[in-house]
Structure formats: C-alpha cells, structure tokens
C-alpha cells in the first residue's frame, strides 16, 4: 500500500527529535547540569493566596531546587498564614517559615514589589487586577508568573502590551498560566498539524463547557468593593465572564494552532441559571474569523446539571484532530476516520513544567516572556464577549485599536461604594 503524505510525516515524526523529545531530553540535561553546579538561589512572593496561588507555588517548590517561599501579600491577611502553613508542611526546606513579609489589604502587593529580597512573584489574584500587577511587578524588576487571563478589557491589553515591551528590554522573565502549551499531547498534537498530518486547516469546534460554579453570597456588612472582590467571578471587570477566566485554555490553544488572531466575533447568548446579582452570562457560542477564510465555532457554558464537554477539534483537508483537555489526549484521523495518531499527556506534569520553564530562564539569563501571546488570547476572549454581549459582529482591529473599553473602577477602595452594572443585553449594551 502507498504511504499517504501524513503517513510519511508521521514515521518522520517519530523517527526525528520532535519537540517533545527535545523537551524531555532539555529536563534531563539541565537536570543533571544543575545538579553539578551551584544553583542561583531564588526567592518568591505570591501575591493572591487563594487556591491557585497555593497550587502554583507548590508547583514551583515541587518541581525546582534552590527556591524559597519568602513572602505573600493578600486582601486577607488569614490567606497569607494559611498558604504558608500549608505550603511548609509539603516543603519545609523551602519556606522561610520565620517570614514576617505577609502583607494584607488592597496595596499589599506594594511591599513584595518594593522588596529587594524577591526576586520571583505569582500573580494569583482574580484576573481584573492582573495588567496593573504585572505592569507594576516589571517596573519593579521582579521576574514573574502571571495566572490566565491576563486582561480582561481593551485598557488591560494596552498595558500588558506595553508591560512586555518593557520586559524584553529588562530582560524580565513572564510565563503565564496557559499550561496546555506546556503538555506534551498539546505540543506534540500542533507539531503534527503543522507538518501537515490534516493537510490545510479549514475550521475549529472549540467547547469549555461545565455544570456550576461557584458563588460566595454577600455576608452582613460587606462594602459593595468587598463582596465583589469575593465573589469575583461573578464581576466582570474581575472575571471578564466564563469566556475569559475559564474559556481562555481552548481560546489560546485554537489561536497558537491558528498561528494568528482573529479578524472577528460574531456571537450569542444568554443567561437564565445565574444568581440574580451576577453579570455573568449561562453560555454562549462565538463565531471566529480567521485570517485565509479559516473558522472557528466556539462554545462555553456553565450550567449546573448539564454535561461537561472541553476539547478542541481541528478539522484539515486530509483529516482532524481532537485535542481533549486535562488526561484526555490528542488523536489524528485520516478523511476516512481511521486513527493514524495519538498522544497522551498529563495536565499535572504540564502544571510543573510551566515552573521549571520559569526559574531556568531567569537562572539561564535567556528569559521567557509569554505575556503578548496570552494577551492576545485574552483579548479573543474579550472580543468573543463583546460581540455576545452587544449583539454586533466586532473586529480585532476596533478591539485593539479604537475600543475604550475600561472595566477597572476609577476610584477603589475596601469599604467603598461600587454599583454593578448589571449584566449586558444584546441590542442595549454598548459597544465601545
Ligand atoms: N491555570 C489554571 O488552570 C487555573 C486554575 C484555577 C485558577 N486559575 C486562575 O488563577 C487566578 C486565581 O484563581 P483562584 O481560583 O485561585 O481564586 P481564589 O478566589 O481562590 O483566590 C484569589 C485570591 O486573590 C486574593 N486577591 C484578590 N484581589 C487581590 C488583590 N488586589 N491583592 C491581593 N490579593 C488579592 C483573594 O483574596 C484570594 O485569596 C484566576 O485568574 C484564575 O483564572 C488558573
């Protein structure tokens, strides 16, 4: 039988160092590189204590040798001791367990930026805050791991724009917390593709859709500022709605095998489950327009009692491919449906890796700085989500040229006043 085209890239792809291999084999040589030498040490801060701020950390200290956890900064001082006795007990050798650098409040961050003991901070707050922290952390000097989204709004992509600019000058190391391009099915399943095993893309189905979520009710006394910073997800100035927090894993994993952003969103939605003070929308369904007449069908919903679907399915002219998320894997079918392909990969691996990646630039002086492409696949998000919630076909372009669209409140603090704007109506809310 005659070898098809992706049969033949396929043996070659196995047979060749793919970037895969070459990616456990860099873990294995610097691993044991680092073990002859000395290693620089290299302090960390977390700013935003909650459950991914403890869970990346841990990353950190699970997958590097010679970093210490020395400070922490939260609107809640509890969340700061809690992390640092939970993250003692898994890693006592590296935490400063007699720290005093645990700082609370809305400027706590201001003191890990200002110390000159940190070298490393996790910006693990609700997204909303992620451009200013960042712009301020590089300003600082301080290298940085920055969780996903990293904006919410047009003014917040300006900033990160600006913030990666200054930080390929500095020389400031900023990896984000888009872990999937960091597994190996992910990688291995775009490597493929760009050899050519689906021949030309044509479209994408991308769908993140769950059951619920989270809601933390308003307790007795709580400033308007207070229950939304707990509650957060629920505001879009700090969640940007389901399609940013959440939804921005497939967005970035259908822009990076696009290799380009969109022209433009044209969607819809709605809500009819959501708490009645939330802005967040239940679901919505985006259509994107790729550069070369490429598509992108995009789904996410949150809907308690509703069955999870979370993939990416990449369809060519000789074939498609499915990226599962989490453990699920990635396969290749040829046009007639027979399955030439497959990869599995560990999300948890790719939770680690992000961290090595991070501390063995710094320490190799050839820093990764990742922010403009997750500020672009934030930015999908935003322009999925402005599209969905104006009811108009909107363009990249307008979106990162000429939108004003602000979200962060003018003026903040603990026990002030913030009335929510309700959520948006198609047809009523603006576009601007
Ligand atoms: N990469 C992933 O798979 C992944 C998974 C979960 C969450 N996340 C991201 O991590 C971020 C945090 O999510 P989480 O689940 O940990 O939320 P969380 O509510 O558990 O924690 C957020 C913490 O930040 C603190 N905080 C908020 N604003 C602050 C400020 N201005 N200064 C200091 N502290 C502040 C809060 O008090 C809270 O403790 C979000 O952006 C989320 O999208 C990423």
């Known amino acids: 039988m005659q070898k098809t085209d992706f049969q033949k890239h396929n043996r070659r792809g196995f047979m060749s160092t793919t970037a895969v291999a070459s990616l456990a084999a860099s ?4 691993s044991a590189t680092a073990a002859k030498s000395e290693l620089r040490p290299l302090r960390l801060a977390v700013i935003g204590c909650g459950g991914r701020g403890s869970g990346a950390i841990n990353d950190s200290l699970t997958i590097n040798d010679g970093v210490t956890l020395v400070a922490a900064a939260d609107l809640r001082l509890e969340n700061c001791e809690r992390l640092f006795k939970s993250i003692a007990k898994e890693h006592p050798d590296k935490v400063d367990t007699q720290s005093t650098k645990l700082y609370s409040g809305l400027d706590g961050y201001k003191q890990i930026l200002s ?7 996790f910006l693990t707050t609700s997204p909303g805050f992620r451009p200013l922290m960042v712009q301020a952390a ?3 000097g301080k290298h940085v791991f920055a969780e996903k989204p990293v904006c919410v709004d047009a003014a917040g992509y300006q900033l990160c724009k600006v913030s990666h600019e200054l930080a390929e000058k500095n020389k400031t190391a900023i990896v984000t917390g888009t872990q999937y391009r960091r597994q190996i099915n992910y990688i291995a399943a775009v490597e493929q593709i760009r050899k050519g095993a689906i021949g030309e893309i044509i479209n ?5 859709c769950t059951g619920g979520i989270w809601y933390r009710p308003r307790k007795e006394g709580m400033s308007d500022t207070e229950y939304q910073l707990t509650n957060w997800m629920h505001f879009i100035w700090l969640s940007g709605d389901q399609i940013c927090e959440q939804a921005v894993h497939n967005i970035d994993t259908f822009n990076w095998v696009m290799g380009a952003n969109p022209l433009s969103a044209y969607a819809s939605g ?3 489950t959501r708490p009645s003070d939330s802005e967040m929308w239940d679901s919505m369904s985006v259509a994107y327009e790729y550069p070369n007449g490429r598509t992108v069908s995009f789904m996410c919903r949150q809907i308690p009692g509703s069955q999870g679907l979370n993939d990416n399915v990449i369809y060519g002219t000789e074939g498609m491919c499915q990226i599962g998320a989490a453990n699920s894997g990635s396969r290749i079918f040829d046009s007639k449906g027979t399955k030439i392909w497959e990869k599995d990969g560990k999300i948890k691996d790719a939770y680690r890796e992000e961290h090595r990646a991070l501390i063995e630039s710094i320490r190799n002086e050839t820093p990764i700085i990742e922010l403009l492409q997750t500020a672009d696949s934030s930015m999908v998000g935003v322009l999925g989500r402005v599209a969905a919630y104006t009811g108009k076909k909107v363009t990249w372009d307008f979106m990162t040229t000429q939108s004003t669209l602000d979200l962060f409140p003018k003026s903040l603090t603990w026990d002030g006043a913030l009335p929510s704007k309700g ?3 198609p047809g009523k809310t603006k576009l601007i």
Do not use: L, S
């Open 115 to 121: 110390d000159p003991d940190v070298d490393v901070v």
């Open 270 to 272: 709605g809500r009819f």
């Open 423 to 425: 959520h948006a109506v």
């Open 204 to 208: 994408i189905t991308a769908r993140y």
């Open 27 to 30: 873990t294995m040589v610097h």
């Open 138 to 140: 590089v300003q600082a």
